[in-house]
């Protein structure tokens, strides 16, 4: 069974600009969540996705959005990149949602802003 | 009241040592405290994970043990080796959070040949 597979896999991109990064969680998973990890705040959740609908956002600002698809694929997208967006961005797939639910995490996109 | 306190940043052990993390959470609407194992260039994986109503977990060579009145949970690894080396999290979640993980700051193993 193939993993969470996030693309691309590393990303340039320069203030002001914005982004979209992919996933494709496995296969049968309806929840997608993604996180951000970077040296200073470690992991920190961005939002979930169920069903097409997000189910729980963290304490980022609008310009983090996201967005799943009929086939569970998921979507990030970064408007308006700041210098601290700079990060490792994580996606990760459930079969439900719900505390308790093993979370496979993709390899993510490290996103660096210049 | 989101946060939890994980220590040490970073820990060497030597092969065949045990390797002992600790966590510390305050929400108590925290159910279920799982632990991820992160390589290089990877994205975490779950080791283990621990839900209230036991003290203690066994998989192999690691170990969870919880003290809920405390509201602290620790990992153990059992004779450490060298592939054992990378970044430890711990995490908590409750019923209600849906895929919400609070993680830990993470902790650097290394484990010396």
């Given at each position: 069974?193939a993993g969470?597979?996030?693309?691309?896999?590393?990303?340039?991109?320069?203030?002001?600009?914005?982004v979209?990064?992919?996933?494709?969680?496995?296969?049968?998973?309806?929840?997608?969540?993604?996180?951000?990890?970077?040296?200073?705040?470690?992991l920190?959740?961005?939002?979930?996705?169920?069903s097409e609908?997000?189910?729980?956002k963290?304490?980022?600002?609008?310009?983090?959005?996201?967005?799943?698809?009929?086939?569970?694929?998921?979507?990030m997208?970064?408007?308006?990149?700041?210098?601290?967006?700079?990060?490792l961005?994580?996606?990760?797939?459930?079969?439900?949602?719900?505390?308790?639910?093993?979370l496979f995490?993709?390899?993510?996109?490290?996103?660096?802003?210049? | 009241?989101?946060?939890?306190k994980?220590?040490?940043q970073?820990l060497?052990?030597?092969?065949?040592?045990?390797?002992?993390?600790?966590?510390?959470?305050?929400?108590?609407?925290?159910d279920y405290?799982?632990?991820?194992?992160?390589?290089?260039?990877?994205?975490p994986?779950?080791?283990?994970?621990?839900?209230?109503?036991?003290s203690e977990?066994?998989?192999?060579?690691?170990?969870?043990?919880?003290?809920?009145s405390?509201?602290?949970f620790?990992?153990?690894?059992?004779?450490?080796?060298?592939?054992d080396?990378?970044t430890?999290?711990?995490?908590?979640?409750?019923?209600?959070?849906?895929?919400r993980?609070?993680?830990?700051?993470g902790?650097?193993?290394?484990?010396?040949?």
């Amino acid at each position: 069974k193939a993993g969470v597979t996030q693309t691309p896999r590393y990303l340039i991109k320069t203030r002001g600009q914005q982004v979209t990064l992919s996933c494709s969680p496995i296969s049968g998973h309806r929840s997608v969540s993604w996180y951000q990890q970077t040296p200073g705040q470690g992991l920190q959740f961005l939002f979930e996705y169920f069903s097409e609908t997000q189910r729980n956002k963290g304490n980022f600002p609008g310009r983090f959005s996201g967005r799943q698809f009929s086939n569970s694929r998921s979507e990030m997208n970064v408007s308006t990149l700041e210098l601290g967006d700079s990060a490792l961005y994580l996606c990760a797939s459930s079969r439900r949602t719900g505390g308790g639910e093993k979370l496979f995490f993709g390899s993510g996109t490290q996103l660096s802003v210049l | 009241q989101q946060q939890v306190k994980q220590s040490p940043q970073s820990l060497i052990v030597q092969k065949g040592g045990i390797s002992i993390i600790n966590c510390a959470y305050e929400n108590t609407a925290f159910d279920y405290f799982p632990w991820y194992q992160q390589f290089p260039g990877k994205g975490p994986a779950l080791l283990i994970a621990i839900r209230p109503d036991v003290s203690e977990k066994k998989e192999g060579r690691f170990t969870i043990s919880f003290n809920k009145s405390a509201k602290q949970f620790s990992l153990h690894i059992m004779d450490s080796q060298p592939g054992d080396s990378a970044t430890y999290f711990c995490a908590a979640t409750g019923e209600t959070s849906g895929s919400r993980l609070t993680f830990g700051e993470g902790t650097q193993l290394t484990v010396n040949p």
